[in-house]
């Protein structure tokens, strides 16, 4: 009997006896496991600060995902529609490891800075991700993954919860060091930061919210529902701007997409009660300093906060990266001695202002390569070789776009440009179906890519967006080509 691939033979060979169903299925427990792995092994991280745990898991789900993607290909079940986009895909990580070769750190280019882990590797991951997402074909697999992904927002938000109440429960976020601010109890979920929290929240409220109004099966519509108005309110919870603007977006843009189907007054109850989830969300945040005893040390004295309605993103982003992880230096509010100058930590045009020119400068010496994937901070480093003791510099600059042009190279940014221009334009097709499932979908890849002009990349929401997107670029001809395989 003839050798085959692995030296095995035709008849005991997996990979040729493997039926397209079959290998569906793979990628089903593939990316379902990722759900369930991730917020399993980010426990340690919250509890012990074992920054390497969440990476493992990250790692496991990349491996077979780059396993399975490379089986797609040699059976031929990969739709020629896809063609395009792998290849942009292939371009991204070839120019990841011209990056890589002109990184100030190899090690981090490669495998990712501790506890952030987007390295070269990541790249490849989350592009075997969107092969995978692109290859489930079925309305079945594509509904039964969504309701996955909104469970694993479910037990984002039971973690969240647990974190804004004042009982003591873990959470890097119950104070915010750089603010002197204390007993905020701002919510992170096992997502890392308030702020991917949000994130991975705004972009599901989508699919929630219209599944909660067009879903057909009772039971199923209430689940989308009690989504839709925890994903909401936890989102405008963690007082951040891409919660507070990413809720109203979202609310906005399926009220449009529900007047347009002409959905009927009935309808409209459980879309008013997303829209209370979102004002219980505002009063719940407004009376929180008073709830939780908020006090500030900022005047060397404790000073009570009064309640108020506030986003507190700058000192989200210097938690996350200087205490938490400490990939990048302190925030010191007279910081002159930085080449980037100072800024006030408590104004968010500020913060996102100093982080966005900084950046640019970056870009401007580095057009072609970037600083390295995940090497943002080193050319920022100014008085001292360790990262810490570099007062205001930063690992993320908070809008993706410029982040992957900062880091990569603006040809970098190009390429997932383009990538991202195939998936909106095919997406539209996608939606063409009149599904609401397809419009769902197609509307979280849409609330993702806008929020990154705020947020940033993460390994504990990306790869959902990754699978999404894969999904969407999948248009008509590419589920009919697969159908008939």
Not at 119 to 127: A, M, P
Not at 201 to 229: H, N, Q
Not at 346 to 372: C, D, H, M, Q
Not at 381 to 409: E, I, K, W
């Amino acid at each position: 009997m003839p050798k085959t691939i692995f030296n095995t033979t035709e008849k005991s060979n997996f990979i040729l006896n493997m039926k397209t169903e079959e290998y569906r299925n793979f990628l089903m427990k593939i990316l379902i496991g990722y759900l369930i792995l991730m917020p399993i092994f980010c426990i340690p991280l919250e509890f012990f600060k074992i920054y390497s745990v969440p990476a493992m898991a990250f790692a496991v789900i990349g491996v077979f995902a780059m396993v399975f993607a490379f089986i797609g290909f040699m059976k031929q079940i990969t739709p020629k529609s896809l063609i395009l986009p792998a290849g942009l895909l292939g371009g991204l990580v070839a120019w990841s490891v011209v990056s890589l070769i002109n990184s100030y750190n190899y090690s981090i280019s490669l495998t990712g800075s501790d506890g952030r882990n987007e390295g070269v590797f990541s790249v490849v991951f989350y592009g075997c991700l969107f092969l995978l997402g692109a290859q489930l074909v079925t309305e079945q697999n594509h509904k039964k993954l969504l309701d996955a992904m909104l469970w694993y927002g479910l037990a984002q938000c039971a973690w969240a919860l647990l974190q804004v109440l004042p009982i003591g429960f873990p959470s890097y976020y119950a104070a915010l060091e750089p603010m002197l601010l204390f007993r905020v109890f701002l919510p992170s979920g096992l997502t890392g930061s308030p702020i991917f929290l949000a994130t991975l929240l705004v972009t599901l409220s989508v699919p929630a919210i219209i599944g909660a109004v067009k879903e057909e099966d009772k039971k199923s519509r209430i689940f989308y529902l009690i989504c839709a108005a925890m994903f909401v309110l936890m989102a405008v919870k963690t007082q951040t701007l891409i919660g507070f603007a990413g809720s109203i977006l979202s609310l906005a843009g399926t009220g449009i997409y529900l007047i347009a189907k002409r959905s009927g007054k009935k309808a409209f109850g459980s879309y008013a009660a997303v829209m209370l989830a979102f004002v219980i969300g505002m009063g719940w945040a407004f009376a929180s300093p008073a709830i939780n005893g908020t006090f500030s040390r900022a005047s060397g004295s404790e000073v009570a906060q009064s309640a108020g309605f506030r986003l507190y993103d700058g000192g989200v982003m210097w938690d996350d990266s200087s205490y938490r992880l400490a990939v990048s230096g302190y925030y010191v509010a007279n910081g002159s001695d930085n080449p980037n100058g100072h800024f006030d930590i408590n104004s968010l045009t500020e913060s996102y202002g100093y982080l966005w020119k900084a950046t640019l400068g970056v870009i401007g010496r580095f057009p072609l390569v970037g600083s390295g994937p995940d090497n943002l901070v080193y050319p920022q480093m100014y008085q001292h070789h360790q990262v810490v003791s570099n007062p205001n510099v930063f690992d993320r600059c908070y809008n993706y776009y410029l982040h992957l042009a900062g880091t990569m190279g603006i040809p970098a940014l190009l390429l997932y440009l383009a990538l991202m221009g195939i998936v909106v334009f095919r997406g539209a097709k996608f939606c063409k179906t009149g599904n609401w499932l397809h419009a769902g979908i197609y509307g979280a890849v849409l609330m993702y890519l806008l929020a990154m002009g705020i947020g940033t990349s993460s390994v504990t929401v990306a790869p959902i967006f990754w699978v999404l997107a894969g999904i969407v670029v999948t248009d008509g001809m590419a589920l009919k080509e697969n159908v008939k395989k």
